[in-house]
């Protein structure tokens, strides 16, 4: 398979339970919607990009269990190269459960491993897909070091080096050195820069910061406000297009995904921008954070948004 696009990131399984309300201690509740699909967001991400119709492989990490070969299977059946997903002897697939209340607040319990996490030889295994992409997808919720590793194999190759997330710190420098382009949601840009995101020009500061430091793109979201693209010849901020939002649990998947197959397409910042926030606010309309994006519904979608300059 000629991969266009290698996500390195968790992959897992979800488990989403919809109630009207969470019970306190002693209590109960019940549930309305129960749904167990692949997960993580390395997997979330490489589904987005199979259903924008972009060859795509996955790099991660299963256990040897039962349901890292159902995560597995699943991921093959939604055409996802898994050929560099490792699975690890003796290790537990991770497990993501989200609670989703009738006020459409999340909550998270989770149980990813450090032995479901990648390391740099998982990493360097994968350099024939990387060789065949043309963009890196590199999740930073993986080891700091992993993590590099994945981006220098990306820059070595000559692919577009795509990092989703906060560097930790002991890498950071270095990380953003080798982006290409970089998205962050409003506490991730706190993190790398010190700066609370509450408004438009809050992140086009946090964005000129973290231009100077490597990156090409920056992609920045305001929370409840919009997402703000920005690069070294302008920027553009697209605010949230009133979308009915049932859960943002998977909104920024979905958006870097359809942002990097924009980019790949040859689209400029601005436009890959537009079909980016177009496929976030699709996954915002749904329960869960599995995508149901195609690439017709996502162009679609972005005739609508309309964006404007800070200020």
């Not at 910061?209 to 406000?225: D, K």
């Not at 997402?227 to 979905?254: K, M, Q």
């Not at 924009?262 to 996954?283: F, K, N, P, T």
Request: charged share 25%; proline share 3%; hydrophobic share 45%.
């Amino acid at each position: 398979m000629a991969a266009a696009a290698v996500v390195f990131g968790p992959v897992g399984r979800d488990l989403l339970l919809c109630v009207d309300d969470v019970p306190d201690a002693g209590e109960s509740a019940g549930v309305w919607q129960r749904r167990e699909v692949l997960g993580g967001k390395g997997a979330n991400q490489a589904v987005a990009f199979a259903r924008l119709g972009v060859e795509v492989a996955l790099v991660g990490v299963v256990g040897d269990d039962s349901a890292g070969a159902d995560a597995l299977a699943q991921a093959e059946a939604d055409g996802i190269d898994v050929s560099c997903v490792v699975r690890r002897a003796g290790a537990s697939t991770g497990l993501i459960v989200e609670v989703l209340d009738g006020e459409n607040r999340w909550r998270y319990l989770q149980d990813t491993p450090a032995s479901v996490q990648l390391d740099g030889a998982d990493v360097l295994g994968a350099r024939d897909v990387v060789e065949r992409a043309a963009s890196v997808v590199v999740q930073l919720q993986q080891p700091a070091e992993s993590a590099l590793t994945a981006a220098r194999l990306a820059r070595e190759v000559g692919c577009r080096v795509v990092l989703d997330g906060a560097p930790e710190a002991e890498h950071r420098r270095d990380l953003l050195e080798l982006a290409h382009v970089l998205r962050a949601d409003g506490h991730e840009a706190e993190l790398l820069t010190g700066t609370s995101i509450r408004g438009e020009t809050d992140a086009l500061h946090a964005a000129g910061n973290l231009l100077g430091q490597g990156p090409r793109l920056v992609a920045l979201a305001v929370e409840g406000v919009g997402n703000l693209f920005a690069w070294s010849e302008g920027h553009v901020f697209y605010p949230l297009d009133g979308a009915e939002a049932r859960d943002t649990t998977g909104a920024g998947d979905a958006l870097v995904a359809a942002l990097v197959t924009a980019l790949d397409e040859g689209l400029d910042a601005a436009e890959a921008g537009r079909w980016a926030v177009a496929a976030a606010s699709l996954a915002v309309e749904h329960e869960g954070g599995r995508p149901r994006l195609t690439y017709e519904s996502v162009r679609t979608r972005a005739d609508r948004q309309r964006g404007r300059p800070v200020g």
